[in-house]
């Protein structure tokens, strides 16, 4: 099987589990019946990213009270494959527009996510609020880092997503809708990430 | 829901090592970019830049950290909902909606058969605007490309410049539904994200001219940027034009003089009332060089990297445009049909300040030129863009029709506005009577 075969990924080469899951998806993007409630319809997203806005899924983040116009942006680059992740990519497709802003706007309105309730370790939390201090994360991320239009809520989002996409900003896997987070990653050392989401996941409580 | 949710992403898991493809790429930072894009988005990195982060200098203020540059929405406007209506121009001009459905339209330009091409800098597309039998249609032309925000034509070839290569299709306007894939003509640029977008023009010696930004609000540069560079129009014999430039989102070519203007966008953070983004003017090719980092706005040493030089080594701005108004798109007016007193002078877009508290641009502004090409004045021409400090939207680009009438892009809606001017019989123009 070539490489250009396999990306095609044809149905037949698809585990049952994984054609079961696209089943669900495609809710997504069946045309919005009047009844249909959009809880229903979001319920395939909420299976991974909690449904009370909190996510327990590793690496997959917390959707909680996320702004409307970060969310709506990451659908839309999904959507046009212009961030690439491919149960995301699939989860997206063929939304209409309004599709886009109906979702985000409801996971505007989760809850936002709780801060893990373990003993914090002061050390890591002192280095982790001077680092956020250094890059001003509490500028555009506001001081609560709760968010502000374009610019996501960042506070008690998961740990290990927050350490994945610091990661990916700095190394531009993840390129980003304008080109502000690969600018702010640059001055940002790779072993310094690891004390920055740690405290960010843990905001405003570590503040 | 959790155990639904562990099978799926176990599921999405195999799904990827079937794949082989893009995730993966994702998943493991070193890896090249997604396929869908014609350019990785900065796979290199100069190590010898001294890259600072763009809130460098950001005060900790809570009314600082309310400041964040704006991002437009992805989807475009509808129609019916554009703030043409709002919008202010001067007595007998008339503005109206051109196209709409373009997400992010940026840089403008316009075939010999009409077509008008443009460009976006937050999306992977280049769209054509066509008019066939009074109807007007706005589509991408060309599709996954990695921040297209410069264009350029010259005689029949579409040129376009993303973040780190530059390209053309030759005879676009006859192959504007056959999705032509841009030939790339010249790709030795860096791929900072930062300011990373380009302006293109091509100028009266038949070269393409275009700008390589800063890679931060405000640092030492590498060699390799805040400059502007020209090219032949195949790519070959790539020269240094200007240094000093920290970023540059427009420019034009004197009709009178031939030397090049453009706009240029000043640091961030210094204060809210300074510095001025500037309006320059190229003196002496290869030779001129603006001031960034030592010197901002012509008279303003930076704090960190003026030590040690003068203002005065540096050419000086024709004119100041406002802190952190963000002038972007600029042309000389070499129409007909707006009154004589427009001709041969610079309209101007301003996109809008994000790093201020109170916004200012959000307008059209003409800059009127004395005899020697030195600025007389800076006047708005459209406004209202800026309602109660928000964006109704955000200009980016003008060009001019053949007829005279002017074309302005707003990335913020997604759109394209005409302006047109027609004297009212009652009140004929001061200017033509003269």
Same mark, same amino acid.
């Given at each position: 099987?070539?490489?250009?075969?396999?990306?095609?990924?044809?149905?037949?080469?698809?585990?049952?589990?994984?054609?079961?899951?696209?089943?669900?998806?495609?809710?997504?993007?069946?045309?919005?019946?009047?009844?249909?409630?959009?809880?229903?319809?979001?319920?395939?997203?909420?299976?991974?990213?909690?449904?009370?806005?909190?996510?327990?899924?590793?690496?997959?983040?917390?959707?909680?009270?996320?702004?409307?116009?970060?969310?709506?942006?990451?659908?839309?680059?999904?959507?046009?494959?212009?961030?690439?992740?491919?149960?995301?990519?699939?989860?997206?497709?063929?939304?209409?527009?309004?599709?886009?802003?109906?979702?985000?706007?409801?996971?505007?309105?989760?809850?936002?996510?709780?801060?893990?309730?373990?003993?914090?370790?002061?050390?890591?939390?002192?280095?982790?609020?001077?680092?956020?201090?250094?890059?001003?994360?509490?500028?555009?991320?506001?001081?609560?880092?709760?968010?502000?239009?374009?610019?996501?809520?960042?506070?008690?989002?998961?740990?290990?997503?927050?350490?994945?996409?610091?990661?990916?900003?700095?190394?531009?896997?993840?390129?980003?809708?304008?080109?502000?987070?690969?600018?702010?990653?640059?001055?940002?050392?790779?072993?310094?990430?690891?004390?920055?989401?740690?405290?960010?996941?843990?905001?405003?409580?570590?503040? | 829901?959790?155990?639904?949710?562990?099978?799926?992403?176990?599921?999405?898991?195999?799904?990827?090592?079937?794949?082989?493809?893009?995730?993966?790429?994702?998943?493991?930072? &070193?890896?090249?970019? @997604? !396929? +869908?894009?014609?350019? %990785? *988005?900065? #796979?290199?990195?100069?190590?010898?830049?001294?890259?600072?982060?763009?809130?460098?200098? &950001?005060?900790?203020? @809570? !009314? +600082?950290?309310?400041? %964040? *540059?704006? #991002?437009?929405?992805?989807?475009?406007?509808?129609?019916?909902?554009?703030?043409?209506?709002?919008?202010?121009? @001067?007595?007998?001009?008339?503005?109206?909606?051109? #196209?709409?459905?373009?997400?992010?339209?940026?840089?403008?330009?316009?075939?010999?058969?009409?077509?008008?091409?443009?460009?976006?800098?937050?999306?992977?597309?280049?769209?054509?605007?066509?008019?066939?039998?009074?109807?007007?249609?706005?589509?991408?032309?060309?599709?996954?490309?990695?921040?297209?925000?410069?264009?350029?034509?010259?005689?029949?070839?579409?040129?376009?410049?993303?973040?780190?290569?530059?390209?053309?299709?030759?005879?676009?306007?006859?192959?504007?539904?056959?999705?032509?894939?841009?030939?790339?003509?010249?790709?030795?640029?860096?791929?900072?994200?930062?300011?990373?977008?380009?302006?293109?023009?091509?100028?009266?010696?038949?070269?393409?001219?275009?700008?390589?930004?800063?890679?931060?609000?405000?640092?030492?540069?590498?060699?390799?940027?805040?400059?502007?560079?020209?090219?032949?129009?195949?790519?070959?014999?790539?020269?240094?034009?200007?240094?000093?430039?920290?970023?540059?989102?427009?420019?034009?070519?004197?009709?009178?003089?031939?030397?090049?203007?453009?706009?240029?966008?000043?640091?961030?953070?210094?204060?809210?009332?300074?510095?001025?983004?500037?309006?320059?003017?190229?003196?002496?090719?290869?030779?001129?060089?603006?001031?960034?980092?030592?010197?901002?706005?012509?008279?303003?040493?930076?704090?960190?990297?003026?030590?040690?030089?003068?203002?005065?080594?540096?050419?000086?701005?024709?004119?100041?445009?406002?802190?952190?108004?963000?002038?972007?798109?600029?042309?000389?007016?070499?129409?007909?049909?707006?009154?004589?007193?427009?001709?041969?002078?610079?309209?101007?877009?301003?996109?809008?300040?994000?790093?201020?508290?109170?916004?200012?641009?959000?307008?059209?502004?003409?800059?009127?030129?004395?005899?020697?090409?030195?600025?007389?004045?800076?006047?708005?021409?459209?406004?209202?863009?800026?309602?109660?400090?928000?964006?109704?939207?955000?200009?980016?680009?003008?060009?001019?029709?053949?007829?005279?009438?002017?074309?302005?892009?707003?990335?913020?809606?997604?759109?394209?506005?005409?302006?047109?001017?027609?004297?009212?019989?009652?009140?004929?123009?001061?200017?033509?009577?003269?």
């Amino acid at each position: 099987m070539s490489e250009g075969r396999a990306r095609r990924r044809p149905a037949s080469f698809f585990p049952s589990v994984m054609r079961v899951a696209l089943a669900a998806l495609s809710i997504l993007a069946a045309a919005p019946a009047a009844a249909e409630e959009l809880a229903e319809r979001v319920a395939p997203c909420l299976a991974c990213h909690g449904a009370t806005g909190q996510s327990e899924t590793p690496e997959v983040p917390s959707l909680g009270a996320q702004t409307a116009p970060y969310a709506l942006i990451q659908l839309y680059l999904f959507r046009e494959k212009q961030r690439v992740f491919d149960i995301m990519n699939e989860a997206a497709k063929g939304l209409s527009d309004d599709d886009l802003r109906s979702v985000s706007d409801f996971i505007a309105k989760l809850p936002a996510p709780r801060p893990p309730e373990d003993g914090a370790d002061d050390a890591r939390l002192e280095r982790g609020r001077a680092l956020v201090q250094r890059n001003h994360c509490n500028v555009c991320h506001r001081a609560d880092l709760s968010g502000q239009e374009n610019v996501p809520r960042i506070a008690a989002q998961r740990e290990d997503y927050l350490v994945k996409t610091l990661r990916d900003y700095k190394s531009r896997a993840r390129s980003g809708y304008d080109a502000s987070m690969a600018e702010v990653l640059q001055p940002v050392a790779d072993n310094e990430i690891p004390d920055l989401a740690y405290v960010i996941a843990r905001w405003p409580g570590a503040k | 829901m959790k155990a639904s949710c562990r099978s799926f992403v176990l599921a999405g898991t195999v799904g990827l090592l079937l794949s082989a493809g893009p995730v993966a790429a994702q998943q493991s930072p &070193a890896s090249p970019a @997604p !396929a +869908a894009k014609t350019d %990785a *988005p900065g #796979a290199m990195v100069n190590p010898n830049a001294t890259i600072n982060s763009v809130l460098k200098d &950001a005060p900790q203020n @809570p !009314a +600082a950290q309310k400041l %964040a *540059p704006v #991002a437009p929405p992805p989807i475009p406007t509808a129609a019916d909902k554009l703030p043409v209506t709002k919008l202010q121009a @001067p007595k007998d001009f008339k503005i109206e909606v051109f #196209a709409s459905g373009m997400a992010n339209a940026r840089s403008l330009r316009i075939g010999d058969k009409g077509t008008v091409f443009v460009g976006s800098r937050l999306v992977d597309k280049v769209y054509a605007i066509t008019d066939r039998n009074g109807k007007r249609e706005a589509k991408p032309l060309v599709t996954g490309l990695y921040r297209p925000n410069g264009l350029a034509y010259h005689k029949g070839t579409l040129y376009i410049a993303e973040l780190s290569q530059i390209s053309k299709i030759d005879d676009v306007e006859n192959h504007l539904n056959d999705s032509p894939k841009p030939q790339v003509i010249y790709s030795d640029l860096p791929k900072d994200e930062p300011h990373g977008w380009k302006f293109l023009t091509v100028g009266p010696d038949e070269r393409l001219y275009f700008n390589i930004g800063a890679p931060c609000n405000i640092c030492m540069p590498p060699e390799t940027n805040a400059q502007l560079r020209s090219i032949k129009l195949d790519g070959s014999d790539p020269q240094v034009v200007a240094r000093g430039i920290r970023q540059v989102v427009g420019m034009d070519w004197s009709p009178v003089t031939k030397q090049l203007y453009f706009t240029e966008n000043q640091r961030d953070w210094l204060s809210e009332d300074i510095p001025q983004d500037k309006l320059n003017r190229l003196l002496h090719p290869g030779k001129d060089n603006f001031g960034f980092p030592y010197c901002h706005q012509g008279d303003i040493p930076d704090p960190e990297f003026g030590w040690g030089h003068s203002c005065d080594e540096f050419t000086k701005p024709v004119a100041l445009l406002g802190p952190h108004s963000a002038p972007l798109g600029m042309r000389f007016y070499t129409g007909h049909m707006f009154p004589a007193e427009y001709r041969n002078q610079i309209f101007i877009a301003r996109h809008g300040s994000w790093n201020k508290t109170k916004k200012i641009g959000g307008d059209i502004v003409v800059a009127t030129l004395n005899k020697d090409g030195t600025v007389k004045s800076v006047k708005p021409f459209i406004t209202g863009f800026i309602a109660n400090n928000n964006y109704l939207g955000r200009p980016a680009d003008l060009e001019f029709m053949k007829d005279g009438s002017m074309l302005i892009s707003d990335d913020f809606n997604g759109a394209v506005y005409r302006v047109t001017y027609a004297p009212s019989r009652s009140s004929p123009q001061v200017s033509e009577k003269r």
